[in-house]
């Protein structure tokens, strides 16, 4: 399949420090990201917004070229890097389906195994969350129902990679407890089905329901996090309320094709771990209603390595066809 390339410049040049970054290394012309999407969606506003922050804090001096592919594949982006071993003039955005998508499609030729990592940047948080006048206080309020009403609750949710039913089936697990998860497709639809009473809980990311927190339409009841979420201090997480859990990281990083350079690697190891101490990454985080997690190309990988494990063990029972 033909994939349509946009091209788009974003140029910005260092003054000061410049690269100060692994001084042994310098790029030598431009670096190509590879983004799984079109412009405007999500990876693509990612990288866009990386590139400004590295601009504003004067960090780098090489123009970005920022591939784009108009029809949002995973494994069109993962086999870009893939198929340009040992170049360390590319990088590409990382998304949580970058774990999931080849497990899934056979079409994927490659998984993350044959990438390199680079650095991981932030988690997406999740929280559950109920119609306002819902009876449940706390996700163990609603574990307790299920547990006498199995049949009765449903969760809205998505697909079975999608990482709020990945959740869902996690909190089963480890409960022990069962109640339906209802694959929806948009989130608008999600909230619909939840405020009609046809689905009792919902998983989302904080910055999906900012209005309907604020209006008081939806109640927040756990946070599917380590610790507690910046944005929301006050609500416990599902280990306070004693729910154990398996930690399922939705994050985004920057990865790179296999082969490349243990130099290269160290320059973008010490240029983001400046970016992410600027006030411009940390008013980002912010504003998005992200969590910072910042994790070297070692420890990455092993991040990786657990998620993808994890991800693969939870498809194989919720009955999904693994295909690698």
């Keep these: 399949m033909r994939a349509f390339l946009t091209m788009i410049w974003l140029l910005f040049f260092a003054l000061g420090a410049g690269e100060a970054p692994a001084q042994s290394f310098r790029h030598n012309g431009p670096i190509e990201v590879a983004i799984q999407s079109g412009s405007g969606g999500g990876a693509d506003v990612f990288a866009r917004t990386i590139a400004r922050i590295l601009e ?51 079409d994927a030729k490659y998984t993350v195994k044959d990438l390199t990592p680079l650095v991981h940047l932030l988690l997406q948080p999740s929280i559950v969350l109920v119609k306002a006048d819902s009876p449940y206080a706390t996700l163990k309020d609603f574990i307790d129902a299920a547990k006498k009403s199995p049949a009765r609750l449903k969760q809205g949710g998505g697909p079975a990679q999608a990482v709020e039913t990945q959740q869902g089936l996690l909190i089963q697990k480890a409960t022990g407890v069962k109640w339906e998860i209802v694959s929806i497709s948009k989130k608008p639809a999600k909230i619909a089905d939840l405020l009609s009473g046809n689905s009792q809980i919902i998983i989302q990311e904080p910055s999906h ?46 990865m790179a094709p296999p082969g490349i350079s243990k130099e290269a690697i160290e320059f973008w190891e010490e240029l983001f771990s400046r970016m992410v101490k600027t006030p411009s990454w940390r008013k980002y985080l912010e504003e998005t209603r992200v969590e910072p997690y910042f994790l070297k190309s070692r420890d990455f990988g092993q991040l990786l390595d657990q998620q993808s494990a994890l991800m693969r063990s939870n498809l194989q029972e919720a009955g999904a066809k693994v295909v690698r």
């Design 56 to 106: 504003k804090e004067k960090l780098l001096s090489q123009p970005l070229r920022v591939v784009n592919n108009s029809r949002a594949a995973v494994p069109w982006a993962m086999a870009y890097l893939a198929e340009r071993k040992g170049n360390d003039h590319v990088i590409g955005i990382f998304t949580d389906a970058w774990v999931a998508t080849p497990l899934l499609r056979e």
């Design 209 to 254: 329901v900012t209005d309907e927190l604020k209006s008081g339409t939806l109640r927040a009841i756990a946070a599917l996090t380590e610790k507690r979420i910046s944005s929301l201090p006050n609500l416990s997480t599902a280990r306070e309320q004693g729910v154990e859990i398996p930690f399922l990281a939705n994050g985004r990083g920057i």
